[in-house]
Structures are given as structure tokens and as C-alpha cells.
């Protein structure tokens, strides 16, 4: 079961570094370009409950990448108010970011 853990992690984390490489370099392509893409906006992101650690490590994880900010937690913890300043980064973050986190690192299943 451990062995499990473990190895789900580590596809977490490929997944995430390979990410994140892919959000530094379109910020970056962004930040050199005379005409800049952003759009930035508030994005509501509705989570699942789950204890105040993996609470805490999800809103890291999306403040970690550039051009994502985890900004307010609602009282309920149900839901977590994120700056994009990419607008069409909410649509990641809820249809492949949000799934691989409660698989790999909470060990969910995926939803139909």
C-alpha cells in the first residue's frame, strides 16, 4: 500500500514539474512579447472537503505555477478563490489539475 502512495506521488509530481515548466515558459513568452495575452481574472475553483493539510498543499500548488494565486479560502473550505492571469487556466485547473490531485495525491477516484 505504501509502495502505491509512493509511486502515485511521483506521477503527481511529473505531472506538476512538467506543468510548471509549461506555465514559466508561456509567462515568459508573455512577459517578452509587444503584445502580451493576459486576462486575468477571479476564478471561484469548488473542491471536495478534505482535512486543513491537503487544503493547505492544494492552495500552494496553484499559487506555486506563474500566472495562477490562491487568494481567499470561502468559510466552508468548499471553495477556493483563484487569480488566473491567464482566463482560460480555469478550465485546467478544474478539468485535468483538480482530477490528477485527488487521484494521485488524496488516491480518489476519478469521476465518470
Known amino acids: 500500500m505504501k509502495r502505491f502512495v509512493i509511486v ?3 506521477l503527481f509530481a511529473g505531472y506538476y514539474f ?5 506555465a514559466n ?3 515568459a513568452r508573455d512577459l517578452v512579447s509587444t503584445k502580451a495575452a493576459f486576462s486575468s481574472t477571479l476564478h471561484p ?3 471536495r472537503p478534505m482535512k486543513d493539510s ?7 500548488l496553484i ?12 468559510e466552508d473550505r468548499r471553495t477556493l478563490l483563484v487569480h488566473l492571469l491567464y482566463e ?6 478544474e478539468t485535468v489539475f483538480l482530477p490528477r490531485f ?3 495525491i488524496l488516491g480518489e477516484e476519478r469521476d465518470g
Open 102 to 104: 485527488y487521484e494521485q
Open 54 to 60: 491537503q487544503l493547505f498543499a492544494l492552495a500552494n
Open 8 to 10: 502515485r506521488w511521483a
Open 45 to 47: 475553483l469548488q473542491v
Open 88 to 93: 482560460d487556466s480555469a478550465q485546467v485547473l
Open 18 to 22: 512538467g506543468d510548471l515548466v509549461q
Open 63 to 74: 499559487s506555486i505555477t506563474p500566472g495562477t494565486l490562491t487568494v481567499d479560502v470561502s
Open 25 to 27: 515558459l508561456r509567462l
